[in-house]
């Protein structure tokens, strides 16, 4: 028997970008275990990914292009060749584009795959020489990655190897315990060490004896209770005025704002005790260093924008930088940049946008000019874009031509026109720079793909030619666009050693003493290289605070679970659908552990099974995010009961803003 094990790297949409070492026998794996040497991965990794070899030889997984032969939905379909799907796609497209023009054609995709060379590189250059409509990926992250290019310019962040140099740390919106796991043991070390741990989420995320204080905040309202820790400071003098004057601008319409919430308004918004706002405002104060980690939970609701730059200002007002263990982490994406036009070309795309938050509107029969087709890769939307309901009617359009390249048959794949099989990560080359942990690691095939499953490139560039297009990057085969991606990669130390990528072994960014830190090794990148306060991505009215809705009683967030990646695994890993409630809100309800419930709102209803915690605080509801229709009792999940609506900070989504109340469906069951 054949055996052996190959080094790669995790491409899932999570920070810690694991290395790998996969063990294969007789071309089948058989084990997925951590990798090494790695910075953070520690010796272990998620549960997810240790059982990925159930995705690769699940019934559902793809293995050959399909054409669809029942109704759309139905996922009835015949096995056709690749020739004939290239063929059919390249003659639907160009008739679409004479009828109608380009922009009735919308690309959407999403993070299926963190890597560089599979997503927005090929296939923007395909979809900009269609003249498609360009998809503003609005679902997640926006708001956090405006925000902190615009008052840092994507400044890198405290490294997690260093939060146990911190005296205190304050988790805001982050939940490391199921996304970002590799932080634990550095805060477990931080505690041993005595650093007081304070979480901020309306979830208890850690257990009791991992952290000193929590703070449950109601969702969508992180924004009066930082304002109120920045008044606090404020009036006790205690904000670094030495430093700001040096290093900040736009501080005078921040104060402003904090200036209208006492503790004790914020405290009657945020849901959180006036004394536990004051004891945080206090311990960050009074601590040396320092360091808050910002999540992107923050974001998800109408504030969230605003939110995410309040809670980006704290190290700055108190000067927390410096030294290591101080300052702030939210991506640390910025420390790798990759101009995706040094391997395809200036592209000349100005066409229309689409925001994917409000995909159930551009998919309206009624849109103008109407979207005839869609082609979905990297992406399940029917269990990830909010108001699904208007989703799904697009998906069901007799007129409309779906083109789905998945791994396996997701919600959305039941609805694919034409259904394409795509390699998984463990198929095909790609590179992973972690937006957690500073890693460049390569990704490289360590078995054959299944079937006749293609990489994004080998689709996008066979379409490509297919459609005529005659640049260079069409005829690359996929281990020379790593090489091209590797060698166009600028970070601290120059380029990753682009044969160690294609081992499946990775680089890091050389930073002076292995990691930054902040004002001392790494400085705002922004193009005065001062942190603007109050920039002008928050709109108008900057810290403006929006009050929730109060239609259902109940706020439902739908937050990352230890079970998916976003939606992927859905397929293995999460087969029973649960709303996590407050033991006092189940009560009042006359509701019981396991009870089948009715989760509804105006936009619909799920049916699925009851949990009742105490680590929901009273008057939140939590269901995750990404599951599948196969995991509820009706089908229907967290993102029938969420609005589109978009924030003013990128026009991302508000997922957290839904309302909802909770009934008796049957009693028992699980
Ligand atoms: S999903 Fe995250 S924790 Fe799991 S293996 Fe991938 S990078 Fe590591």
């Given amino acids: 028997m054949a055996k052996e094990t190959l080094s790669t790297t995790c491409v ?3 920070p810690d970008a694991c290395a790998l070492d996969v063990t294969v026998e007789d071309g089948r794996v058989t084990a997925i275990e951590p990798g090494s040497p790695h910075p953070d991965t520690a010796g272990f990794i998620c549960s997810k990914v240790s059982q990925f070899h159930k995705r690769l030889y699940h019934r559902d997984r ?3 292009p399909m054409r669809r032969v029942g109704p759309k939905g139905e996922a009835s379909f015949e096995r056709i060749s690749w020739d004939e799907a290239i063929a059919e796609i390249t003659e639907r497209f160009e008739r679409i584009r004479s009828e109608s023009g380009g922009e009735a054609i919308l690309p959407f995709h999403y993070g299926g795959s963190n890597g560089m060379v599979s997503d927005e590189l090929i296939d923007h250059l395909y979809f900009a020489r269609l003249g498609a409509s360009r998809l503003d990926k609005t679902i997640c992250a926006v708001p956090a990655t405006e925000v902190a290019l615009a008052m840092y310019g994507k400044m890198p962040g ?7 140099e911190a005296e205190c740390i304050v988790i805001w919106g982050a939940n490391p315990r199921g996304s970002n796991i590799h932080l634990v ?12 741990i304070i979480t901020i989420d309306p979830r208890r995320n850690l257990a009791r004896a991992e952290h000193d204080l929590h703070l449950p905040v109601l969702p969508g309202q992180d924004l009066p209770l930082a304002l109120a820790m920045i008044r606090w400071w404020e009036e006790r003098g205690a904000l670094d005025t030495e430093f700001l004057a040096a290093n900040a601008v736009g501080v005078e319409p921040l104060l402003e704002q904090a200036r209208a919430w006492s503790l004790d308004r914020a405290a009657e918004v945020s849901g959180v005790d006036a004394t536990a706002i004051e004891r945080t405002a206090a311990t960050l104060a009074a601590s040396d260093p320092a360091v808050v980690r910002c999540g992107w939970g923050i974001e998800r609701n109408t504030n969230g924008g605003q939110a995410i730059a309040a809670v980006l200002s704290i190290p700055a007002l108190l000067g927390k930088f410096g ?13 790798v940049k990759f101009d995706p036009s040094t391997v395809v070309g200036e592209l000349d795309w100005t066409t229309r946008r689409i925001n994917m938050t409000q995909l159930g509107r551009a998919l309206a029969s009624d849109f103008d000019p109407p979207v005839r087709a869609i082609f979905v890769y990297n992406a399940n939307p029917l269990a990830t874009v909010p108001e699904h309901r208007a989703v799904r009617r697009g998906f069901e359009r007799d007129d409309l031509f779906t083109v789905v390249h998945d791994q396996v048959l997701t919600d959305t794949a039941r609805f694919a026109d034409l259904l394409l099989p795509a390699t998984t990560f463990l198929e095909g080359w790609d590179i992973r720079s972690g937006y957690g942990s500073y890693i460049v690691g390569g990704v490289r095939p360590v078995i054959s793909p299944a079937g006749e499953a293609r990489t994004n490139m080998q689709l996008f560039a066979e379409l490509g030619r297919a459609a005529g297009f005659d640049e260079p990057a069409f005829h690359l085969d996929d281990q020379a666009l790593l090489r091209k991606v590797a060698a166009s990669i600028d970070m601290p130390g120059g380029p990753p050693d682009a044969d160690a990528l294609v081992a499946g072994r990775h680089s890091r960014p050389d930073f002076p003493g292995g990691r930054p830190v902040q004002f001392e090794s790494v400085f705002p990148q922004t193009p005065d290289r001062r942190i603007h306060l109050t920039p002008a991505v928050l709109g108008e009215r900057p810290f403006a605070w929006s009050a929730p809705g109060d239609d259902y009683p109940l706020s439902l967030i739908s937050p990352a679970s230890s079970k998916l990646v976003t939606s992927t695994m859905g397929e293995y890993n999460l087969d029973t659908l649960r709303v996590t409630m407050h033991p006092d809100d189940a009560a009042s309800r006359d509701l019981a552990h396991g009870d089948r419930v009715r989760v ?8 699925c099974h009851l949990r009742i ?11 995750p995010k990404g599951a599948w229709s196969r995991s509820s009792i009706n089908g229907a999940t967290s993102v029938t009961l969420c609005p589109d609506d978009a924030q003013v900070v990128g026009d991302a989504a508000c997922f957290n803003d839904a309302r909802v109340e909770i009934a008796l469906l049957g009693a028992g069951g699980s």
């Fill in 185 to 196: 043991p550095y805060l477990r070390e931080a505690k041993r060490r005595g650093a007081t």
């Fill in 323 to 335: 030294v290591r263990g101080a300052g702030y982490t939210l991506s640390n994406g910025g420390a």
């Fill in 613 to 623: 915690s105490d680590r929901v605080r009273p008057g939140v509801s939590s269901m």
């Fill in 600 to 607: 509804f709102n105006q936009r619909g209803e799920v049916h």
């Fill in 62 to 64: 793809l293995l050959h």
């Fill in 158 to 164: 405290v490294a997690f190897a260093d939060y146990p």
């Fill in 12 to 14: 899932m949409d999570c």
